[in-house]
């Protein structure tokens, strides 16, 4: 998706149509428009002939977008997980790999980001077969790999609100709910995580129809997505009239919930009730 921007920005700057961008490589119109859009693999040669035709002869630049477009063809970290991952899930972490700033509010679970491994297999047995441990274990270790976003040199900003209600809630037993409020803690001191807590002494506030995630890429051109989770899968929204509400709802939250600065009393407070 973000080569496909990056390809119509170039396109555009170009002051081509996608017709006339088209023609020189013997393609559709619509090949073109699949593309941009990134739901295409690429071929190599068409992104060098498209760059060519674009006008693009800085040797860097060119270099940077051929190694996007290898990236992009790339088998995605999760591959290997293939036989435990339903396709919306597939679709989420491939977002959650590309965004810059991921805003999240829970009602229920700490976000998947932030989990300790037994509180994440405490999560997943809730909602499998507990006759079929190798196969929460391998989610669980899918869950603990995805957590290595949050390690790379340019991690995306994480942003999240939770709902009192998590912190007390004792998924996995007390001794689990503990090490994972410490784990939270712990993050607190990361300069690319904000964590903030939603009392029950609120009362009443913005995000009344349950937890939510709004992603933002790095392109202005690539629009924000909402992440609804539910109990059979997932729902993506794109629409800007959705996606608005949403952030504005997401916003008003921050302003609502306790503030950055009481997160660490707040969890020390939740420990101590614990002891």
């Known amino acids: 998706m973000q080569l496909g921007v990056r390809l119509r920005a170039l396109r555009r700057r170009a002051g081509m149509s996608r017709e006339d961008a088209a023609y020189p490589l013997r393609a559709s119109e619509s ?9 295409v693999g ?19 630049e060119r270099a940077h977008l051929l190694d996007f477009a290898r990236e992009a063809n790339a088998p995605s970290w999760w591959h290997s997980y293939g036989d435990v991952l339903d ?20 009602i229920q679970f700490v976000p998947g980001l932030l989990q300790t491994e037994a509180y994440a297999r405490a999560v997943i047995s809730l909602g499998y077969d507990p006759a079929a441990p190798s196969e ?36 996995g ?22 964590l903030q807590v939603m009392p029950f002494a609120s009362g009443g506030h913005a995000a009344v129809g349950g937890a939510f995630s709004v992603l933002r890429f790095p392109y202005q051109e690539l629009a924000d997505i909402v992440y609804i989770d539910h109990l059979t ?12 509400r949403y952030a504005a709802a997401i916003s008003r939250l921050f302003i609502e919930a306790a503030p950055l600065s009481e997160t660490p009393a707040i969890l020390e407070g939740m420990l101590r009730q614990l002891d």
């Open 31 to 39: 090949k073109i428009s699949r593309m941009e859009l990134g739901r």
């Open 42 to 60: 690429f071929k190599e040669r068409d992104i060098a002939d498209l760059l060519t035709l674009y006008g693009v002869e800085d040797p860097d």
């Open 87 to 106: 396709t919306w899930l597939q679709t989420y972490l491939d977002f959650e790999q590309a965004a810059e700033l991921i805003r999240t509010y829970e």
């Open 136 to 171: 929460i274990e391998r989610r669980a270790k899918l869950r603990m790999e995805r957590q290595q976003l949050l390690l790379r040199p340019d991690p995306p900003k994480l942003w999240v609100v939770l709902d009192e209600a998590v912190l007390r809630r004792p998924i």
């Open 173 to 194: 037993g007390v001794a689990v709910l503990r090490e994972q409020i410490e784990a939270l803690l712990a993050m607190t001191d990361s300069p690319h995580v904000r």
């Open 233 to 244: 899968g997932g729902l993506y929204l794109d629409k800007r009239e959705e996606v608005d």
